[in-house]
C-alpha cells in the first residue's frame, strides 16, 4: 500500500499556471501554425522585420511545443507528484522568461493587450513558487 502526502496549499498554484501555459501555448502555437501570417491571431507580419524570421511558423512551433506541449507533460507530472515534474515546472518557468525576453528583443515591447506582462509574471510566479520549500519538499 502506498502513502499518499497531503498536497500543501502552495502546490495548487504552478499546477493551475502549468495547466494555463499549456492551453495557451496550444491554442498560440496552433494558431501560429496553421496562418504563419499571424492575422489571425492580429499579430502583425511587420513585427517580424530585422528577425530571423520571414513569418510566424518557427516561432509558432516553438512555442507550441516549448510552451504547450512541455508544460502539459509537466503538468499531469506534477498532479500524479512525480519527481522529475518539479524540474519540470522550473524549466517551463525559465523557458517562459526567455521566450517572453526574446519576444521583447524582436518585437519589442506591446501593452496593448498586456500578453508580455501577463506571461512573464506568470514566469515568474511559476518560479517562485516552484522554489518554496513546501512545494520542493513535496515533489522530492
Request: charged share 10%; aromatic share 14%; glycine share 10%.
Amino acid at each position: 500500500m502506498t502513502t499518499q502526502k497531503s498536497r500543501p496549499v502552495s502546490v495548487y498554484l504552478p499546477v493551475a499556471l502549468m495547466a494555463f501555459q499549456s492551453i495557451s501555448g496550444l491554442c498560440g502555437g496552433i494558431g501560429l501554425v496553421l496562418d504563419p501570417s499571424g492575422e489571425a491571431l492580429q499579430m502583425p507580419i511587420t513585427w517580424l522585420e530585422g528577425s530571423p524570421f520571414n513569418d510566424y511558423l518557427i516561432p509558432g512551433l516553438i512555442l507550441l511545443i516549448v510552451l504547450g506541449f512541455i508544460p502539459l507533460i509537466v503538468l499531469f507530472g506534477l498532479w500524479r507528484q512525480s519527481h522529475w515534474s518539479w524540474f519540470g515546472a522550473l524549466f517551463v518557468g525559465v523557458a517562459l522568461l526567455i521566450w517572453i525576453g526574446v519576444e521583447i528583443l524582436i518585437i519589442g515591447y506591446h501593452s496593448q493587450p498586456p500578453l508580455q506582462f501577463i506571461y512573464g509574471s506568470v514566469g515568474v510566479i511559476i518560479l517562485v513558487f516552484t522554489l518554496m520549500p513546501t512545494v520542493r519538499k513535496f515533489y522530492e
